[in-house]
């Protein structure tokens, strides 16, 4: 038997639920909340909607870019090593957080808002069946990414119509 701690390596053993554990689930919806609540409170009159409109923006920003590092927290458990795909899926998702946040306009901020949270919905799932991400963001990742896209999208239609966009 070798030493788990040698500089020769460690080896371990996991086995992965297929299910999203209860805490996962939690954490995963309770962190998508306040962009719902800042998309509702988006439709408030001035100065309410425009403040809670920004704030969603600046959450979800933010979300994106600790999801980013969740990626690549992931990485270091994948057996072989972190694989391209998974650094590139990450800097994709934390250059779209940041630039969320750093943009000047919230119109730029909420398209590249949406490039990221459809990416993950789309990405994790196939990362998911290649090992690359755990099983249950299979199932996961494409239910809780609809909230902040449905959000976003609910802010750019609010938008559309304070301006007096009619279809």
Do not use: N
């Amino acid at each position: 038997m070798t030493d788990p701690t040698s500089d020769d390596g460690r080896s371990f053993t996991v086995r992965e639920p297929a299910h999203t554990p209860p805490l996962s689930l939690l954490l995963a919806f309770s962190a998508m909340l306040p962009i719902a609540a800042g998309a509702l409170l988006a439709w408030l009159p001035f100065p309410f909607g425009p403040l809670a409109e920004s704030g969603a923006v600046l959450w979800a920003g933010a979300i994106l870019c600790f999801l980013a590092g969740v990626r690549r927290g992931v990485s270091f458990r994948t057996p072989g090593g972190p694989k391209v795909a998974q650094i590139a899926t990450m800097l994709w998702l934390f250059v779209l957080g940041v630039g969320a946040l750093a943009t000047l306009t919230l119109e730029v901020a909420r398209v590249l808002l949406l490039l990221g949270y459809v990416s993950l919905a789309v990405l994790d799932p196939l990362a998911a069946r290649r090992g690359g991400a755990p099983l249950f963001f299979e199932r996961l990742r494409p239910v809780q990414m609809a909230i902040p896209i449905i959000s976003v999208l609910a802010i750019m239609a609010h938008d559309l119509l304070r301006l007096g966009f009619r279809p």
